[in-house]
């Protein structure tokens, strides 16, 4: 079956650190593949992806990388700020044809605490 | 609405009891999405309905679960005889569907469902 593997939580960080949330993956086909964040108080947001190998997804200076060989699409991002503290799912779609259109698989998430 | 709004935010219930809750999805989006998130996991797709029938619902657990959208627009979901296990956070998203953009859901903040 299909599964999203995440780094273990929580993560904690000074602002301005650089950050990356590992995220692995297993897929029976070509999977698109996604980070979703979720801030406190707040519903699931897209917050970036990637729909072939090597693509490099990219959004608020955070940014993923489609890595095909070794099925992994790691969050990073150069200087964190407090207000990126929030939960970040990583997450994939199968043939994203017909009825798999939204049916995604998330990883368990990551929670990131940023400090002033 | 601007957004996903889901109803009840909260809901307390005791086993054995049944629960209805309520998602209103974006205007104009044809494709609506229940997701299960259970404390510390990531989200866990139910149901999907295109317009007002349920296209994909294998990933509802048992047949004490059922959703329906009868007007194409608002979703309710129907869980029967509820059991502690099903205390989690249902997550309501919607879509364009196949217009729009494969993986791209707008989430709604959750009903939170505690049975005692």
């Known amino acids: 079956g299909n599964s999203v593997t995440q780094m273990e939580g929580p993560v904690t960080l000074s602002e301005e650190a650089f950050l990356t949330i590992n995220c692995t993956y297993t897929?029976?086909?070509?999977?698109?593949l996604f980070w979703y964040v979720q801030y406190p108080g707040e519903g699931l947001q897209l917050l970036l992806k990637?729909?072939?190998?090597?693509d490099k997804g990219s959004n608020k200076g955070f940014e993923a990388t489609y890595r095909k060989e070794t099925t992994s699409f790691h969050l990073e991002k150069g200087s964190v700020q407090v207000s990126d503290s929030a939960v970040y799912f990583c997450?994939?779609?199968?043939?994203?044809?017909?009825?798999?259109?939204?049916?995604?698989?998330f990883g368990q998430g990551t929670i990131l605490t940023v400090h002033p | 609405g601007a957004g996903v709004s889901q109803t009840p935010s909260n809901k307390v219930t005791e086993k054995g009891k049944y629960v209805e809750l309520r998602c209103d999805p974006i205007?104009?989006?044809?494709?609506l999405y229940w997701y299960r998130q259970s404390l510390g996991q990531g989200p866990e797709f139910l149901i999907y309905?295109?317009?007002?029938?349920?296209?994909?619902d294998s990933g509802l657990p048992n047949d004490r679960f059922f959703a329906v959208r009868p007007e194409g627009s608002v979703s309710t979901l129907k869980i029967q005889r509820t059991e502690r296990g099903d205390s989690a956070v249902y997550l309501c998203?919607?879509?364009?569907?196949?217009?729009?953009?494969?993986?791209?859901?707008?989430f709604g903040e959750g009903s939170r469902l505690t049975v005692l």
């Open positions: 998203a919607s879509s364009m569907g196949t217009s729009g953009s494969p993986g791209e859901l707008f």
């Open positions: 897929a029976t086909g070509y999977p698109s």
């Open positions: 990637a729909t072939k190998a090597d």
């Open positions: 997450a994939l779609i199968l043939n994203a044809g017909g009825t798999s259109y939204g049916k995604l698989t």
């Open positions: 205007s104009g989006h044809t494709a």
């Open positions: 309905f295109q317009g007002t029938g349920a296209a994909d």
